[in-house]
């Protein structure tokens, strides 16, 4: 019999988290009469003294169109191996007995934690550990295997696409080659798709380490074909062929995460450097994941949300839910966490901007 719910967001935050907690809320209260509470700063809040308010009508009223999430995140904090120091020495400790005991202490019999890859593993361990939950799929990066897409990267392929347009136009009057950099470490989705909407000349993308002589190659082709300016978009994880990713700031400065960054730079240099022409490089960073979601994420989002709450109701714990074609359904979290939804190198999408003369880095299409 299920009474009391509560509802954590972990991981990157992304246009539409305020939609699925408002979509909880609603259901659950209305529908159900249940209790719901929100968990601060995703499984940092079950950490310790636990920090969680009550979610109620009136508190999530006016926030669907609002960017970020109320609850608040984390995308550091892992309670399976949690980073506490004694004597100056960091060491990773297994809190998940306290988080359990937090979550019963508070009186919760079950959980929706939304989230990213990360977040969900963790929530899938805490599962089996005694803690009911399903999951929601949150990413910008679309990389979450499980579900045709997750909300929030529609919000950020409308965002790197109007950033597109206007560079055009600037590239265009200056005769410059524009590098735009976007997010995306381990897939290139939003790179590959808004670089499609935002007509691209060239598109570099993780699945595909990246030939800067082809790039070059290409570049010039445009010239000879009269086109003076060139726009190349790169995601963060791209790299060159010969190389690896570009890093900001390494795993063992980051508590074990690697910040991408530098791509973009690393790019325009060698373009202008081979081929003497004038570059600039734009990088979109958190613009892409903040302000308010596309009508698409926030429908979306809501759909996800009504449907966890539905998941709990049947007792269907350790599954996660998902979009297959038009039609929200649900898949077992282990099915969706084990690998990543990366873009297929030789699949139909990578075929289309082939077929439209873009470049996706590599020497000879297949
Ligand atoms: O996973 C989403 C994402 O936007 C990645 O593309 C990016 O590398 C990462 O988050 C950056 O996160 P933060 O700067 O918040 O650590």
Redesign the pocket.
């Known amino acids: 019999m299920i009474r009391t719910i509560a509802i954590l967001t972990g ?2 935050d992304c246009p539409g988290l305020n939609a699925v907690i408002r979509a909880v809320v609603r259901s659950a209260v209305l529908e159900r009469g249940w209790r719901v509470i929100g968990i601060e700063d995703g499984f940092d809040g079950l950490v310790g003294e636990p920090r969680w308010r009550e979610l109620t009508l009136e508190s999530v009223r006016g926030i669907l169109p609002r960017g970020g999430t109320i609850l608040g995140t984390s ?1 550091r904090g892992n309670p399976l191996a949690y980073p506490v120091e004694e004597n100056g020495v960091t060491r990773l400790v297994d809190l998940s007995k306290a988080v359990i005991d937090n979550f019963k202490r508070l009186g919760i019999d079950a959980l929706i934690a939304v989230g ?1 890859d990360g977040t969900l593993k963790i929530a899938r361990a805490l599962q089996e550990r005694g803690l009911p939950m399903v999951g929601v799929p949150k ?3 679309n990389d979450l295997r499980g579900t045709d897409v997750t909300f929030g990267y529609n919000t950020a392929v409308g965002i790197v696409t109007e950033a597109l347009d206007r560079l055009h136009t600037t590239a265009e009057s200056h005769h410059r080659v524009m590098v735009l950099e976007v ?3 381990d897939a290139g989705w939003i790179a590959l798709e808004s670089g499609l909407a935002g007509s691209a000349d060239v598109i570099l993308i993780p699945e595909i380490p990246f030939d800067l002589e082809a790039v070059c190659a290409a570049i010039q082709q445009r010239k000879a074909r009269g086109s003076r300016f060139s726009i190349v978009v790169a995601a ?1 994880g791209a790299f060159p062929a010969e190389g690896r990713k570009v890093l900001q700031v390494s795993a063992s400065e980051n508590l074990g ?1 690697e ?2 960054g530098g791509v973009g730079a690393f790019v325009a240099d060698e373009i202008a450097r081979r081929m003497r022409v004038e570059t600039r490089v734009v990088v979109l960073g ?1 613009v ?2 903040g302000g308010t979601p596309s009508p698409f994420d926030r429908i979306l989002g809501s759909r996800f949300g009504v449907k966890a709450v539905e998941l709990i109701e049947q007792g269907r714990f350790g599954r996660m839910v998902s979009l297959q074609g038009r039609q929200v359904c649900d898949v077992d979290i282990v099915d969706a966490v084990d690998s990543l939804n990366r873009v297929e190198p030789d699949g139909d999408l990578v075929r289309s901007a082939e077929a439209l003369g873009i470049m996706l880095g590599r020497s000879k299409p297949l």
Do not use: A, K, S
Request: charged share 30%; hydrophobic share 25%; proline share 0%.
């Open positions: 991981g990157g995308n990213g990413t910008i990066d997010m995306g470490r963060e995460v910040r991408l958190h892409q994941r």
